[in-house]
T-cell receptor, first 113, second 109 residues
């Protein structure tokens, strides 16, 4: 069984730039959720994708957008980067949107200079 | 709005002592609560969920709807329990998880 994998592991960008983060879900999982974890805080829900459609969104502005592909992998795109976007971005996959647990990847550490 | 509060950022105990990591929540519906753990240099992983009513690695947690709490307990702490613990609530848009701020548990020898 292949777990959730995220790339890249680390990324440095400057304000105003755009970034794309990638996530491969655990085999057999069709739902992907993205979370932002600022230093010293718990993860915050950004959005979820199920069968290539956005299935719910947290309190994040539209410059945070995503995609899910037919193989259930997913991308998180952030435009017009701000200093406060510096965080660990976590991807979690699950089977369906019901009561199955979410399995997390190692995350992508994004630093904005 | 749903919220999860973990009042202690750091909890330090000696090996063999009892442990209780506190978690309080606010949610208008019927909550589903979880504890996640992150050991050093490892990814976030599910420790237990209230609907399973099971004990994992000696840890238990009981959902108290009257006190809106889901405290994590272990009668005798081990050094390998040292980790970051997050309480989470599932509900709302996309069955999202709302996490608390986390408690770092340090078990001293």
């Amino acid at each position: 069984e292949t777990g959730v994998t995220q790339s890249p592991t680390h990324l440095i960008k400057t304000r105003g730039q755009q970034v794309t983060l990638r996530c491969s879900s655990q085999s057999g999982h069709n739902t992907v959720s993205w979370y932002q974890q600022a230093l010293g805080q718990g993860p915050q829900f950004i959005f979820q994708y199920y069968r290539e459609e956005e299935n719910g969104r947290g309190n994040f502005p539209p410059r945070f957008s995503g995609l899910q592909f037919p193989n259930y992998s997913s991308e998180l795109n952030v435009n017009a980067l701000e200093l406060d976007d510096s965080a660990l971005y976590l991807c979690a996959s699950s089977l369906g949107t019901g009561n199955q647990p979410q399995h997390f990847g190692d995350g992508t550490r994004l630093s904005i200079l | 709005a749903q919220r999860v509060t973990q009042p202690e950022k750091l909890l330090s105990v000696f090996k063999g002592a009892p442990v209780e990591l506190k978690c309080n929540y606010s949610y208008s519906g019927s909550p589903e609560l979880f504890w996640y753990v992150q050991y050093s240099r490892q990814r976030l992983q599910l420790l237990l969920r209230h609907i399973s009513r099971e004990s994992i690695k000696g840890f238990t947690a009981d959902l108290n709807k009257g006190e809106t709490s889901f405290h994590l307990k272990k009668p005798f702490a081990q050094e390998e329990d040292s980790a970051m613990y997050y309480c989470a609530l599932r509900g709302g848009a996309g069955n999202m998880l709302t996490f608390g701020g986390g408690t770092r548990l340090m078990v001293k020898p």
